[in-house]
């Protein structure tokens, strides 16, 4: 927190203005010195401290102006608002033209520091204000970079931040991904133990793909493309399209029924559970 412009330095100032406008009065005692010095100042020196005067209260008042922006930046920067790269850059501009202004007030009462050196006129109390100016202006530059320091740090802070959600992110879609393939790969193992196959044909055809050698079913290199597939959950009714069906596997007889339905055969399978827990093939001979 900065100090306020005392009012020693106002009435230190306020002394100079005043000083510059007495008369050569009798009443001064003998240890007021600035009164002597101006008695013993020439015209032209006392218009030079009148505005040496003039440009030390305009710089006061720059330096007043320069705390209260400072403050307003502080509030600004200590607001429990949503942090963005604008605003950053908003507090970051108004932090840049502060610290030039600063480099600017400090030029100029350097400058004016050594003008006042040289005059008759450099009083105790002028020393004493241009010294606490000095430290005011050097107490404003060490605030401007604390803030410039807290707005790398909170810079900083949300890049650390991004970062961190962006390995989040990174790491949900991986999961993701991992239990989608998982979920895919249970899906397709689901589908394949449900999976049933069954062929309808005569017995010379049959014969021909290696599904039935003699009294034998299934027993050699049988042709697994002849075999249509389905799903033991959804498949309840196989229609034979012929007016003679039989079943040459082993399926339960309790399992299903052989229905005829204007005179074409239909397999209807009343217990899925055991019709395909011998096989997941099915051969029906046709005629």
């Known amino acids: 927190m900065f100090k306020k412009i005392s009012p020693a330095i106002l009435m230190a100032t306020l002394l100079f203005s005043a000083s510059c406008s007495q008369s050569g009065s009798d009443n001064r005692t003998a240890g007021d010195s600035t009164a002597t010095q101006i008695n013993n100042a020439t015209h032209d020196e006392l218009v030079e401290a009148v505005n040496d005067r ?15 922006e400072i403050k307003s930046i502080q509030e600004i920067a200590t607001v429990n608002t949503a942090e963005t790269p604008d605003r950053r850059a908003i507090i970051k501009n108004d932090l840049a033209a502060i610290q030039q202004a600063l480099a600017d007030r400090r030029s100029r009462l350097q400058e004016l520091e050594k003008k006042l050196a040289s005059s008759n006129l450099y009083s105790d109390d002028l020393k004493k204000t241009v010294t606490s100016l000095h430290a005011q202006i050097e107490s404003q530059t060490a605030e401007i970079a604390r803030l410039n320091g807290e ?6 802070q ?65 042709d697994k493309s002849y075999f249509t597939a389905s799903d033991k959950r959804t498949l309840k009714t196989i229609n034979t399209y012929a007016k003679k069906a039989k079943i040459l596997t082993k399926q339960p007889e309790d399992s299903y029924v052989i229905e005829t339905r204007d005179k074409i055969k ?22």
Do not use: M
């Open 54 to 68: 003039d440009q030390l209260l305009v710089l006061v008042n720059d330096i007043q102006q320069g705390l209260i």
């Open 151 to 156: 707005l790398t740090q909170a810079k900083s």
């Open 158 to 222: 949300i890049a650390d931040l991004n970062t961190k959600v962006d390995s989040l992110n990174t790491n949900v879609e991986t999961v993701t991904g991992e239990r989608n393939a998982a979920e895919e790969r249970a899906s397709s193992l689901t589908t394949q133990l449900n999976t049933c196959y069954y062929v309808l044909g005569s017995k010379k055809e049959l014969k021909a793909h290696n599904i039935i050698d003699g009294s034998k079913v299934l027993q050699g290199n049988f």
């Open 266 to 287: 239909y397999i209807v399978i009343t217990n899925p559970e055991r019709f395909w827990g011998v096989s997941n093939y099915l051969v029906v001979q046709i005629n």
